[in-house]
């Protein structure tokens, strides 16, 4: 184009290089939430089927943006590279699952945990041990094989797991969270707080009558 200094050979195959690189990264972390959600769809109807129950609500996945990556590296002074993003980005690929009961909640992380290809790099469990706030969710870090044309790739995903009582206060925490951008006054942090205990008594109420129709968790 006239005007525009072309960029030496070398800058254009390096950007290029950069560019197949990122994009071949996204696309492990979308593989590897989508092998991920489709394990849970599999144990869904396998208990489904078998065992008479539905642990799993609703499933829902995401990647993030990589506007949002360059953020959150920016934040966490991690340098822009594959390996760095890779070791120290773990929410890149995230997949919530939402169940009904506490108990499922368990056993479900139990048995994707326990597949052989999968790898756990970090459990977080704000359900024994929520957040001040209030937060309750149990959080794995899991790493999973995805297979490029270009060899096999461990693709960390971050995977959510809560009981619907925990999203809905999740969801409007955030929501309250971000209209206040942060800075939420202290009697309403304080009705926040208050209401993931009430959350927290729903769960158990509701796994009482479960046991008390169904005899078990
Ligand atoms: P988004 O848009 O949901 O991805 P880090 O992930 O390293 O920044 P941390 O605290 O080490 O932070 O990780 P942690 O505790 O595993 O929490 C990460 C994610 O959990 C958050 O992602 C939220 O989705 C959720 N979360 C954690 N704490 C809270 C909370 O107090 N309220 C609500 N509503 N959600 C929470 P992001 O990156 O914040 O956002």
Known sequence: MSGM???????????AQIREDFTRMMLGYRFGMEQVATRLEILREEFAELHLDNPIEHISTRVKSPESIIEKAGRQGVELEIEALREHITDIAGVRVICSFVADVYRLVDSLTAQADITVRVVKDYIANPKPNGYRSLHV???IPVFLSSGPVQVPVEVQFRTVAMDFWASTEHKIF???EGDVPPHLRQRITDAAVTAARMDEEMAELHRAVHGTD
């Open 141 to 143: 870090i899991l790493e």
């Open 5 to 15: 200094p072309e960029l030496p050979a070398e800058d254009v195959r390096r950007f």
């Open 178 to 180: 971000y209209k206040y």
